[in-house]
């Protein structure tokens, strides 16, 4: 099989040949590190956000995360928006939106501002049509990994109508307050996402990623009630117009999801994504849900990767295969995603592992 067989596979919950291995994101300073282990110095561009790379920069950091590709036999890659920004300052940037967000160097973007604080504003309001170019990037790496996966992240409702009210703490208050104001977003993120699905089936991405965390360490962030009203219509109105453009469609959200697992099996996801170690056991979430979703995940990214050893890592490698990947349906990836804090070393033993103990039909008849 190839990558993209073996993933297909997988999200279809079936066996392939060997535990297929994926994952959500790479930074841009992860890519340079990893790729590094590949490449002469000259062949890397700085670490900065591509946003502020020349064009000759950003098409070495395409090169660099081609032969991390490459080099290490992934069986999928994943494609994001192009849709522009605009550097606003040294930490703020201004997306598509209208929305303003903060981030670091290497970080993790949040908005601080967004164009929606009520009615009046959502009236005004004139959504973005999704944009041919914005997935320029599935076209990148089609042409680059044809016989891998491609995976597009789609922003979904719940992180969408947080960045056009400038934040969790604004949308969670109009779900309480303002009701009708939160499922009028709802609707129009939702007509945004079944749009997009279009050209992105259209360019030949494989599956899909509805993107946003939905749940702290602790919990759910919204009640049951919130969510049935808010987001499970609407997930299942996006998941079942990508299932009838061919694609497959992946739930995304860290945190403690056990409430939510079967939530997202009644709207139609074909697998979940990552199970997070800290919060869920993958293996028992296999278990109970293995014949009806497929699961992805989960190697720590917020310690392992970080502050262990390629050893230790490939040894919990070793351990995670064993106990989730036999009868397959299962993807291998990191807990979230690759970070700037993850040493080239530590990912680089994760992939090797999995390519040393995934080998079915040894774990369909549980003799790894």
Request: hydrophobic content about 40%; some cysteine.
């Amino acid at each position: 099989m190839n990558g993209k067989e073996r993933i297909m596979t997988a999200l279809n919950r079936g066996v392939p040949d060997l535990v297929p291995v994926w994952e959500l994101a790479f930074n841009e300073a992860s890519v340079i590190k990893i790729a590094g282990k590949f490449l002469e110095p000259d062949q890397l561009p700085e670490p900065k956000n591509i946003m502020d790379m020349t064009d000759l920069e950003a098409l070495k950091l395409v090169n660099a995360f081609r032969a991390i590709g490459l080099e290490l036999g992934l069986d999928g890659v994943t494609a994001t928006s192009m849709a522009p920004m605009q550097r606003v300052d040294q930490s703020h940037f201004k997306d598509a939106f209208g929305v303003i967000h903060h981030s670091s160097q290497f970080g993790e973007p949040f908005p601080v501002e967004g164009p929606i604080q009520g009615p009046e504003d959502l009236k005004k309001y004139k959504m973005r049509a999704p944009e041919e170019s914005d997935f320029l990037l599935i076209d990148l790496m089609r042409a680059n990994f044809p016989d891998r996966a491609v995976a597009y992240i789609l922003d979904g409702p719940f992180l969408m109508s947080m960045c056009l009210c400038g934040g969790l703490e604004n949308l969670l208050l109009n779900y309480a307050l303002n009701p009708g104001l939160a499922t009028d977003l709802a609707r129009m993120i939702t007509d945004y996402n079944l749009a997009s699905l279009e050209m992105i089936a259209k360019k030949g991405a494989d599956f899909v990623v509805s993107d946003c965390d939905l749940a702290y360490n602790s919990g759910p962030m919204m009640s049951p009630a919130h969510y049935d009203r808010f987001l499970g219509p609407y997930h299942k109105q996006i998941v079942d117009r990508g299932h009838q453009l061919g694609l497959k469609m992946v739930k995304h959200t860290d945190g403690k999801i056990q409430t939510l697992i079967p939530k997202f099996i009644a709207e139609g996801f074909d697998a979940i994504h990552p199970f997070q170690p800290q919060c869920i056991d993958i293996a028992e979430s296999k278990k109970k849900y293995g014949d009806k979703v497929c699961v992805m995940g989960n190697i720590d990214c917020a310690y392992l990767l970080v502050f262990g050893t390629p050893e230790q890592v490939r040894e919990k490698v070793k351990q995670t295969i064993s106990a989730v990947a036999p009868g397959g349906g299962y993807i291998l990836s990191s807990s979230n995603t690759i970070h700037p804090g993850v040493k080239p070393d530590n990912y680089i033993a994760l992939v090797k592992a999995a390519r040393e103990f995934g080998k079915y039909p040894e774990l369909a008849q549980g003799k790894n």
